[in-house]
């Protein structure tokens, strides 16, 4: 099943997907795919039966979409998890790497990235992401997936300038027992992602949430992300250097999962036959429409504006 | 009015303090402060009329308290805000620096930090926390502080071994015309807070939220924190580099913050006279019990425990 949130004129709903171009509106109370998320099975089962039988009808073309998870607990993202150039990469942890964005980036299929000109450079990053559906806590690698409710598209959005604006070369305080005061100085570089992975609009996120049971192997989708028509990526999730379960069970040995969680799994990065670097598509230079399609999952398309 | 969201047999209650030694419950809807930030001016007096005239009262040595907003949209925190110690900084921004911990690393006053051993080293970080009242969108300076509801008290627990550990080293990729390929790689540095600022109990938060009246200048305020009763830092919030209308103004630019929103101001870090580093006090390997006092705001204590 594949399960979106959309805006009504009366507030929000979860639709369920009938087929292609049509969605049935599930029953009151199922403001949001959250809810979905939250219902016991029975109750989901009942919500998306009565939704098929007599819920209000909808075409899938003209759904006004929301994040389907409008305002999840956390949006965890996994950093450089790609396979594909790790001849980048001069020294790093052999552990995913983990941040977060807020809920107040997320914005749905067909919404705007806003941007301003002095954000500077801005580049899409297309990545698979899973809706967690039970609390996880220090939860193994075997069981890590039975915690997966499903899979959206999540787009990245990136602005490294700001990244670079952010960064601190300093001396951090370690401790010394050799020295007077107990500590030394180490030099060190720290950087901060809270504007230049979590500003307005940086996220966007859907159109769909496809639960699991459609997606028997997430490690074998294609993945593509084009601007204005053109493929720049073209990846597949094989090309993940931690795969889903690994992520799971990893994050949640720090972090809880609860269920509404968006975990992002990372960038595509793989070039496509006429492509470049995603990390090259300055957004903020050439504004335009980015898609990501994955495979069995969905196509997510937003399109830039300045503000 | 300091409100505070406790625990109680049959789910959470939000309470405004009568007096230091009681407390009265508001009246049911309003589960946590989250509701009372949330209420209009006129349904929060209302409620505390109520709470005070015909309210449960409770001895507040009894409370079981809980995070005063037990599930924000975001806990944003300014990095490195302290004027104390700016010779550490070899580069770095010139406005506030940006992160996030996630809503499931917040614990109530009196609740355990829970710590593994191989977490490594696990500091307290003493800070004045913001609880956000009104929306705000790229607000101006002038008006930033009409959108603060009031102020509370935050340990931003810290572990800076997992940070050097998720740290990066490694090539960016920039765009480069000159380039057969349109890119270039730049040598550069790049850390991801997840873990070492995410972590489950890193952010122990409470005990109360004093509304903004009761706090005539946030810039003025004494702050303490002390280990095993010990006085570790004493420092007031006058050495913020960046005070309260500077972060709002400057981080609603970028991140809408949200009624309840939690905005972490920075570190104290002036040590007392018998005291050093608060980055010294590696927890993981001392225990004990962490405690935190905001003049006007109050006191928060937790302590140590191993999982």
Chains 1, 2 share one sequence.
Not at 118 to 129: K, S, T
Not at 136 to 150: C, E, K, P
Request: proline fraction near 7%; hydrophobic fraction near 40%; glycine fraction near 8%.
């Amino acid at each position: 099943m594949r399960f979106a949130t959309i805006e009504r004129t009366n507030g929000t709903a979860a639709v369920v997907a009938v087929s292609d171009t049509e969605a049935a509106v599930l029953p009151d109370g199922f403001t949001d795919v959250a809810r979905v998320v939250a219902a016991s099975e029975g109750d989901r089962a009942a919500a998306v039966g009565q939704a098929l039988r007599t819920g209000r009808r909808l075409p899938v073309a003209e759904l006004s979409w929301l994040p389907p998870v409008p305002r999840p607990g956390k949006v965890l993202c996994v950093a450089l998890n790609n396979s594909a150039n790790p001849d980048r990469i001069l020294s790093g942890p052999d552990t995913p790497a983990l941040f977060l964005k807020p809920a107040t980036a997320l914005v749905g299929h067909g919404r705007a990235i806003r941007l301003r000109k002095d954000d500077g450079r801005v580049h899409p990053e297309p990545e698979l992401a899973v809706v967690i559906g039970r609390s996880a806590t220090d939860v193994d690698r075997a069981d890590a997936l039975s915690h997966v409710f499903g899979y959206t598209v999540l787009n990245d959005i990136t602005a490294p300038g700001l990244r670079a604006e952010d960064t601190f070369h300093y001396g951090a305080i370690h401790p010394d027992p050799q020295a007077a005061d107990g500590v030394r100085t180490v030099e060190s570089w720290v950087s901060y992602p809270g504007r230049y992975k979590g500003s307005d609009t940086f996220a966007p996120m859907g159109p769909w949430v496809v639960t699991a049971d459609e997606v028997p192997d997430p490690h074998a989708l294609r993945i593509t992300c084009s601007h204005d028509g053109r493929t720049v990526t073209d990846d597949t999730t094989a090309h993940l250097r931690f795969d889903v379960a690994q992520v799971i069970a990893f994050a949640s040995r720090y972090l809880t999962l609860e269920p509404g969680d968006v975990i992002g799994m990372g960038t595509a990065l793989r070039r496509s036959a006429t492509g470049g670097a995603v990390q090259n598509l300055d957004l903020n230079r050439l504004g335009g429409r980015v898609e990501i399609t994955i495979d069995r999952v969905g196509t997510l398309a937003n399109t830039v504006e300045w503000r």
